[in-house]
């Protein structure tokens, strides 16, 4: 680390995850207790981003079955709004910190990736009270200590630009020399109730599936699919896609009402692995 200017502190611990370390790890230890260890290597996943309780079994259910490889680049949506429109906005040295420690920020794959276009930019301030990052950093810490982290926040929701992005990531990870997986953070269809959202979704990850990430962008669009994180879910699966991927397979797919006992307005969640 290059000094506590670069250390982004915890936003959400305490509200989206216990605060108290040892009670969050048992929570990921518990979260993962089920999962098969597959160790599976892939370019792209996609994991939830809510509060662990709702979210975390679902999480788990991808990164339960992953080989976490030295890089991690975490795409997520802006959901404060903070930062530069059109842009995504990376962190760009330092660490994020949360209640387990802190995880180091890739610096040389986040530079080169920043000179590679004009769609990434240091953008601190659209990371500091941002939540989509974050809640997936106890499981890397529990399952790959070591492992560095690329965060970018996408401020938009078009095609055009996720397919820029997307084949920037794919010319830099190719000739990377460690291995890297992008993960796509981001929720499914927010505030209905469990059935229509599980139709709705059912479109969404059709897409997903078959790595079509403008398909996804225009459905989302079109059926008024509320999923928070459709513009870097399309990114990583178009990169993915670039990379020689041919396929995505839905590990998980649950709601918050198998939680709350509500199933009249729930947040639904969705694991994906590509292949």
Same mark, same amino acid.
């Given at each position: 680390m290059s000094g506590n200017e670069d250390v982004r502190p915890p936003a959400v611990a305490g509200q989206f995850y216990p605060a108290d370390p040892l009670e969050l790890s048992d929570m990921i230890r518990g979260f993962l207790r089920d999962v098969p260890g597959e160790a599976r290597s892939v370019p792209a996943a996609m994991v939830p981003h809510a509060g662990l309780v709702y979210s975390g079994a679902c999480a788990a259910q991808v990164f339960?079955?992953?080989a976490l490889p030295p890089v991690i680049v975490i795409l997520a949506p802006n959901h404060t709004g903070a930062g530069?429109?059109?842009r995504a906005a990376i962190w760009g040295s330092g660490a994020f910190e949360t209640p387990l420690g802190g995880v180091p920020i890739a610096e040389e794959f986040a530079r080169r990736l920043e000179?590679?276009?004009? =769609?990434v930019r240091e953008h601190r301030a659209a990371h500091r009270e941002e939540h989509a990052v974050e809640v997936e950093l106890p499981f890397l810490q529990v399952l790959g200590p070591g492992t560095r982290i690329g965060p970018l926040l996408l401020a938009w929701d078009d095609w055009p630009?996720?397919?820029?992005l997307a084949r920037d990531l794919a010319t830099l990870i190719?000739?990377?020399?460690?291995?890297? =997986? =992008? =993960?796509?953070?981001s929720d499914m269809t927010h505030y209905e109730p469990a059935?229509?959202?599980?139709?709705?979704?059912?479109v969404a990850l059709a897409h997903l599936a078959h790595l079509d990430?403008?398909?996804l962008l225009h459905a989302c669009h079109e059926q008024h699919i509320t999923m928070c994180g459709r513009a870097p879910a399309a990114t990583v699966v178009e990169a993915a896609r670039l990379l020689g991927a041919t396929s995505g397979t839905v590990v998980d797919y649950r709601h918050s009402g198998l939680v709350s006992g509500d199933d009249r307005r729930v947040v639904a969640y969705a694991g994906l692995l590509t292949a």
């Open positions: 339960g079955r992953l530069v429109p059109g000179s590679s276009g004009d =769609l630009r996720s397919s820029r190719a000739v990377w020399p460690d291995r890297v =997986l =992008l =993960l796509a953070s059935d229509a959202a599980a139709r709705k979704d059912r990430g403008e398909g």
